[in-house]
């Protein structure tokens, strides 16, 4: 099969597009035709920095594809459906063999192409809305990098599910369309302070969605309400800066880190039935996923590169 691979850490250039052995389907697990891939922030964290657990490596959380094979212990998946799945890496590929519980059966006749996108940002959104955040309708959301995948997840489910969403992003065009997608206020961060725009639109929110980190995530404690909740799932800003808790402690605040693997492995059939949820949502076009850009598999440096220029609105996807 064909994949990107990489020998070492380092930039997107580090990819390089070879053929490596087909993978070979344990007794449970399952081995999907890669039809679709969705490139993932963490990906290119892993690619950048994360030491490699073999050489060459193939990196990668998310696919979707077709069951090939089937191993010989699994009872729920058969050869020939349609599938999505979350992996602990290797969907940069051609094939993978994945989990049969880490994979949600995809609806018939749906476009696999957004619903490859779904499981790890829609699944990030609901847990830090409902259940870390415990949302609420009537409350006040802010939902920091809304352009992001889980940015973008997060101000539809919130939106539906009744709240106020204050959303930020670095350009006004991007803001425009958050608008569309349901955000009620709309925050540029690169013109204005967004918790001097906060203030002056709501006061303070309920709940926090934070996937930058660093000066990000500290000085979202300033727009947060008496007992509001903060939820950080990521350090996309790579700031090294450290969180100082004591103006938490005078609002009473909750901190909360949110890893969704740690949910799928501790909680597994309430997440994967709420990300089946939102796959059968985005099928009926009850959610929509945005495609920001589509690389060849062969085209994996140029999309590893094009996530980190920040330049894009949703996902970004490869096809084998």
């Known amino acids: 099969m064909k994949a990107a691979v990489y020998y070492k850490n380092g930039g997107p250039e580090v990819l390089q597009y070879e053929d490596r052995p087909d993978p070979v389907c344990p007794p449970d697990g ?47 998946r058969r050869v020939g459906q349609r599938v999505v799945a979350v992996l602990e890496n290797g969907s940069h590929a051609e094939r993978v063999v994945a989990r049969p519980e880490f994979t949600w059966v995809v609806p018939d006749g749906a476009d696999l192409t957004p619903l490859a996108c779904v499981p790890v940002a829609f699944g990030t959104a609901h ?43 670095s350009t006004d065009d991007k803001l425009a369309r958050l ?43 300033e727009v947060l309400a008496y007992k509001g909740r903060i939820i950080s799932f990521g350090r996309a800003g790579r700031d090294p800066s450290g969180f100082d808790p004591f103006p938490l ?10 890893y969704l693997f740690a949910s799928l492995l501790k909680e597994h059939g309430r997440i994967h039935g709420a990300i089946a949820e939102c796959i059968a949502r985005v099928a009926r076009g009850e959610l929509r996923v945005v495609i920001d850009q589509k690389f060849a598999l062969a085209e994996a440096a140029k999309a590893h590169a094009h996530i980190e220029q920040r330049a894009a609105f949703g996902r970004v996807v490869m096809l084998p």
């Open 179 to 221: 608008r569309e997608l349901g955000a009620d206020h709309v925050i540029n961060y690169k013109t204005t302070s967004f918790t001097d725009a906060v203030t002056k639109a709501v006061g303070t929110v309920d709940l926090v969605l934070d996937p930058i980190g660093g000066k990000t995530l500290q000085d979202s404690v």
């Open 127 to 169: 847990e830090a809305l409902f259940d870390l955040g415990q949302l609420t309708k009537g409350q006040k959301v802010l939902v920091h990098a809304g352009g992001s995948g889980v940015g973008l997840a997060a101000i539809q489910l919130a939106k539906a599910a009744g709240a106020e969403v204050l959303t930020t992003a």
């Open 30 to 76: 399952v081995l999907i035709d890669i039809e679709v891939i969705s490139v993932e922030g963490g990906d290119t964290i892993h690619r950048s920095m994360v030491p490699l657990p073999r050489v060459p490596h193939i990196v990668g959380y998310q696919a979707a594809g077709t069951v090939r094979e089937v191993g010989a212990n699994v009872k729920d």
């Open 249 to 258: 402690w005078q609002r009473n605040g909750t901190l909360h880190g949110l």
